[in-house]
């Protein structure tokens, strides 16, 4: 059965990590649809958030596989906790000849913050879920989107409401 | 000359591209410091942002090979550029026994937003460059931070400020 997951794995930060690991989703013809890698609060190591359809069964063997890598400290499967999940964007949209005002009503709704302005253009940053990121593209498509770049999901486990 | 460079290069999303890219950098004992892949504005691209540090020369190379790659559309070295730059980071604070009016003071300053609260901890959504989420997890160390994911840098030219 095809499924999206996002899957956290913290690796020790050694050249060559990265290409291992994507290679083991493309040896499986496996496309990743997002991925973000940055530092976390151990400077030795980087956490890599991946999101990724395809069939479960195959899934779960990559797991079993990234588990197995030498430099994989641990390997989180998100789809079975409770987690926040967040991606940035930014959207570089077409101003010449339109209506202003509408396009900054739709920027404060999502709490957009506006980064740089040029005579037939800005750039703007949003955060939010996948969905969240799609609407706001959707409604500002009207005007042009001119450039986009998005980091690609993150993702932490939420902690215990109550002490145990 | 060791220098820190961001790149951003966009690509067909073919399963194997990303693992090609990173061989690219790993090959040459290159060590990606962060990574973003998201969507763009053509549901057929990528965009991958990478910030890598090395011998100049040699990321020159990588560069054209970057180009050469069949499913390379297009290549920005970033340092050559007026851009904008931004990075998301999803922090879990320890809360236990902690002077909380101080760590909202903190947040709210940072123009944070808090995306989950527990008994002993909060997660705390935080947006900038890399110097600004830098002096975030520095002031909340003493809170004790539990875990932290970051996105990696993402960036986008800047437009001419005037009609040529």
Redesign the interface.
């Known amino acids: 059965m095809e499924k999206k997951k996002t899957i956290?794995v913290m690796v020790e930060?050694?050249?060559?990590v990265?290409?291992r690991i994507?290679?083991l989703?493309?040896s499986r013809?496996?496309?990743?649809?997002?991925?973000?890698?940055?530092?976390?609060?151990d400077p030795a190591t980087s956490?890599m958030?991946i999101v990724a359809t395809g069939d479960e069964l195959v899934l779960e063997q990559i797991i079993k596989q990234l588990n197995k890598l030498i430099d994989t400290l641990k390997v989180i499967d998100m789809s079975k906790e409770d987690y926040?999940e967040?991606?940035?964007?930014?959207i570089?949209i077409n101003t010449e000849d339109k209506n202003l005002t509408h396009l900054m009503h739709i920027i404060h709704i999502f709490k957009g913050?506006v980064?740089?302005t040029?005579?037939?253009?800005l750039?703007v940053?949003i955060?939010g879920n996948d969905d969240r990121i799609n609407s706001f593209?959707q409604l500002v498509q009207t005007f042009g989107?001119?450039?986009?770049?998005?980091?690609?999901i993150?993702?932490?486990t939420?902690?215990?409401?109550?002490?145990e």
Do not use: Y
């Open positions: 956290s930060n050694h050249p060559g990265l290409a994507a290679g989703f493309s013809n496996f496309n990743i649809e997002s991925l973000a890698v940055g530092e976390t609060e956490r958030t926040v967040r991606e940035l964007a930014l570089k913050k980064l740089d040029a005579t037939d253009s750039i940053e955060t593209t989107i001119k450039e986009m770049v998005r980091t690609g993150v993702a932490l939420r902690s215990k409401k109550q002490k």
